[in-house]
């Protein structure tokens, strides 16, 4: 989908094409600078994450596991609600690894934070979140991600893999929903 088919409401973008590249770019190198000789385990939340992990785990130049799991905190609309997580394989067996938790946006912290507690007990080497974008406005609890593309202000954005009601994922660039 380009940018000239989008309604009205879409029209505002956020974030280019061009500048999701750099992005990818600069966080590929921050990640292969810091974790070389380690055992990485890249862990994706599903659906948001899906193309920018992808892009980014192609950028890395490391041996990297790849993961899922899928968490979802919003129902239908622009508010969140109950936090639903399922595990697709047991992360159990990548005890000594480091875990880099991936992400489309960081919004309220409510999905981090509750994560971060789980995996905190599970022996992992280290934990860490990456996320394309984050919302520091809007958090409601104590979390960061190591890797951050870029901040924006309180607006819902859809696009690179975030959705508005499951639509839009597919769009290459990031545009606020008016
Ligand atoms: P948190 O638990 O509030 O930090 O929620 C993060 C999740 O909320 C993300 O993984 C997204 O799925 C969703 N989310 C937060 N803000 C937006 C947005 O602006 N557009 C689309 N999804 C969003
Ligand atoms: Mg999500």
């Given at each position: ?42 862990c ?12 980014l785990?192609?950028h ?28 697709f ?49 809007r ?31 597919n ?7 008016e």
């Amino acid at each position: 989908m380009d940018s000239n088919n989008l309604p009205d409401s879409l029209k505002k973008i956020i974030v280019s094409e061009e500048e999701i590249r750099g992005i990818i770019s600069r966080i590929a190198q921050e990640i292969t600078q810091d974790y070389s000789g380690k055992n990485l385990l890249i862990c994706g939340i599903l659906r948001g994450c899906f193309i920018f992990m992808a892009d980014l785990v192609r950028h890395l130049e490391l041996d990297v596991e790849i993961s899922f799991i899928k968490a979802s905190s919003y129902g239908s609309g622009k508010e969140p609600g109950e936090l639903k997580i399922v595990e697709f394989e047991t992360l159990d067996k990548y005890k000594d690894y480091y875990i880099i938790i991936v992400d489309d946006i960081l919004d309220t912290g409510n999905t981090f934070y509750y994560l971060e507690q789980e995996l905190k007990s599970k022996g992992f080497a280290g934990v860490d979140f990456c996320v394309f974008l984050d919302k520091p406005e809007r958090r409601q609890l104590p979390v960061s991600a190591k890797y951050t593309g870029k901040r924006i202000g309180n607006e819902f954005v859809v696009g690179y893999g975030l959705d508005f009601n499951e639509k839009y994922r597919n769009l290459p660039f990031v545009a606020a929903v008016e």
